[in-house]
């Protein structure tokens, strides 16, 4: 069983960087793809990125494609997600998550959620 953490959110300007990270604790780690989704008020969550067991293989959602880069550091029981060129619309409580498939896409694949950190981005 896996527990996540996340920290790294706040508030930034429109064009800004911010780098969220992700604790997991639990000792298999390493045979979950990790995910991170993002939720905007009055809207669904969404799929932002994710990253396979190893790291070898990123996703993006095309609306971070290019912007936003997913990464992981087993050995940490770390996962990263670097939000660079942010825009209002990214404004969203992000979370961190876990799933043993390979359905990366969809939240209802994923068994393990943090409690979200809150990702602000003014104009």
């Known amino acids: 069983q896996l527990q996540l953490v996340e920290s790294g959110g706040g508030l930034v300007q429109a064009g800004g960087s911010l780098r969220l990270s992700c604790a997991a604790s639990?000792?298999?780690?390493?045979?979950?793809?990790m995910g991170w989704f993002r939720q905007a008020p009055g809207k669904e969550r969404e799929f932002a990125a994710a990253?396979?067991?190893?790291?070898?293989?990123?996703y993006y959602a095309d609306s971070v494609k290019g912007r936003f880069t997913v990464s992981r550091d087993n050995a940490k029981n770390m996962v990263y997600l670097r939000m660079n060129s942010l825009k209002p619309e990214d404004t969203a409580v992000y979370y961190c998550?876990?799933?043993?498939?390979?359905?990366?896409?969809?939240?209802?694949?994923?068994?393990?959620w943090g409690q979200g950190t809150q990702v602000t981005v003014s104009s």
């Open positions: 998550a876990a799933t043993p498939t390979t359905s990366y896409g969809r939240s209802e694949a994923y068994n393990y």
């Open positions: 990253v396979t067991w190893n790291g070898a293989w990123t």
């Open positions: 639990g000792p298999t780690f390493s045979n979950y793809y």
